[in-house]
């Protein structure tokens, strides 16, 4: 299927690795313009010479921290015109909910949810203007099933998920859609840390926290960032200006509801 977005321009913020990584690469594959972001110079141009390598599309790297005002500054300055928003951003450390400080409880709330709204505020008028915009913020499964010791990261993505179901009922008249993926549990850094610090705090092997995980999701295997990627492309296309405002669960049947 061709997702009629060949020589638009999108942000991923967060891409040199992990989901964001497999987004910008299944936006690159259909002919977007795709400005990557890390912190890490070295991984971030050999991502974007890998990326262009396998789809001859135009990789701009930005070495910035997409969490602060002037990181931000330098990611829109690089990308211009911007028809794709991709946020993503690391989501806090797990943690004790009794033990978060006030300091941390603001680190998290910053990064998981005022950093890409103030991307949204960014992008959303121009291309209103143009009457094309996708905005698809990569959030966490935890926003639908809370997880015990991921309590900021839910409650920071929770603030972000309900801000801009708003605002997307004010743009879809102008071809704007904002959605949300929420991701379970993919074969990322993310997972690998979390499992390793469970293994330390039970004893446990890692190899054996890592196989209790998977055997409880229903479909026995953790998720591909290449798979996540493919939903992102899609709802960035042509074919999907009719879904806005939703929130889109990909855990491999992990959550028990049906709603």
């Known amino acids: 299927m061709d997702l009629g ?36 110079e070295g991984r971030l141009n050999q991502v974007a010479r890998e990326i262009t390598a396998a789809t001859g599309a135009e990789v701009i790297p930005v070495v910035a921290d997409v969490g602060t005002e002037s990181g931000r500054a330098a990611l829109l300055a690089a990308a211009g015109s911007i028809d794709i928003l991709v946020n993503n951003n690391g989501g806090p450390p797990a943690a004790d909910f009794a033990t978060l400080g006030h300091d941390q409880l603001l680190a998290g709330i910053e990064a998981n949810m005022l950093t890409p709204i103030a991307l949204a505020q960014a992008v959303i008028p121009a291309m209103v203007e143009r009457r094309f915009g996708r905005i698809v913020n990569i959030t966490s499964g935890s926003v639908k099933m809370p997880l015990p010791g991921l309590d900021l990261s839910s409650g920071a993505r929770l603030g972000l998920t309900g801000f801009l179901a708003g ?93």
């Open 167 to 259: 605002v997307a009922r004010q743009v879809a008249y102008a071809n704007v859609t904002i959605n949300g993926l929420l991701p379970g549990a993919f074969d990322t850094a993310r997972i690998h840390t979390l499992d390793t610090k469970r293994a330390a705090e039970t004893g446990d092997r890692v190899e054996d926290v890592a196989a209790r995980r998977m055997e409880a999701i229903p479909a026995k295997r953790l998720g591909k960032p290449d798979e996540f990627g493919a939903v992102c492309a899609f709802l960035c296309s042509v074919h999907a200006g009719y879904i806005t405002g939703q929130n889109i669960l990909l855990d491999g049947g992990a959550f028990p509801g049906v709603l």
């Open 5 to 40: 977005i060949a020589g638009r321009t999108a942000l991923v913020c967060a891409s040199s690795q992990g989901l964001g990584r497999g987004c910008a690469e299944a936006l690159a594959a259909e002919g977007v313009r795709v400005v990557i972001n890390g912190r890490e």
